[in-house]
């Protein structure tokens, strides 16, 4: 497949976050609908005053990211987490295919956060862009939680223990394409942002009518600087009683090449009480 032939951007709206501050009732609407229909839109950080640093914030913490994961694997476990349990994602971490590094909401909001080396050398910047992704996740799901009036929000109170966090992936892109293993998934949680430069994410997208069993994959075209993809999550998903969809998606690469590929992505997920009692239900 050839970049020409990749599905454009207008299958994925572009929400403004200056409007969502300022409750516009025609960009909520359009915030629910892509909720509802895909799943998966572009937000835009740009035109809010509070926000507007972020696309250079984000190419900071791209190079930092390349610091820290060009380390030796030595030198990065050391800060792998063996105290929590496996379900958390915590510190670094690594697979066949991917190398990541979490950084807690909670540990950071405690100054405890236990970063090293180029983390560390730049936890202000770190923290002031988790802090961005964290208000602007909150406003969505307080827009969401008005338009459907449901008590989203009530499972993701503050200074409730939860496992939200920023998470910084190296992934790099494989010599062909038949190299890729397979990951499609959904998220556990409630939302998820996605930052990245390089086409690679695709989403599963929503069946035209009942009787659609179409593998119906396109891929999410890297936001514009400023900009951020969004997806709803399974969390989401079911607080909202399936009004919401938590798309299928996963990563891949639409030609052959490997190279070096960089992800932030950060995970708004519910408060530790909230998935206790959605287990006991």
Known sequence: MTRT????????????????????????????????????????????????????????????????????????????????????????KFYDFEETFEISHDEMQQGSSRLSGPLAENEPLLSEFHSHCHKASHLILSRLEEALNIPLRSSHRPGQPSETGLKLVAEPSFPTIADVPETKHTDSGTLTFVFYDKWGLQTHLAEKGPEDRTENWAFIPPPAPGCVVVHVANTLQRLSKNQLRSPVHRTSQPEDGQGKRYVLTYFLRPEDAAKTQAVAA
């Open 5 to 92: 032939e990749l599905p454009q951007s207008d299958l994925f709206p572009t929400i403004d976050l200056e409007r969502l501050v300022a409750n516009s009732g025609s960009e909520n609407a359009k915030l629910l609908e892509a909720c509802k229909s895909n799943g998966v839109f572009y937000l835009d950080f740009r035109n809010y005053a509070a926000t507007r640093d972020i696309g250079r914030q984000t190419e900071a913490i791209y190079a930092v990211s390349d610091r820290y994961f060009e380390q030796p694997i030595e030198v990065k476990m050391k800060d792998l987490r063996k105290d929590q349990p496996a379900s958390s994602d915590r510190g670094f």
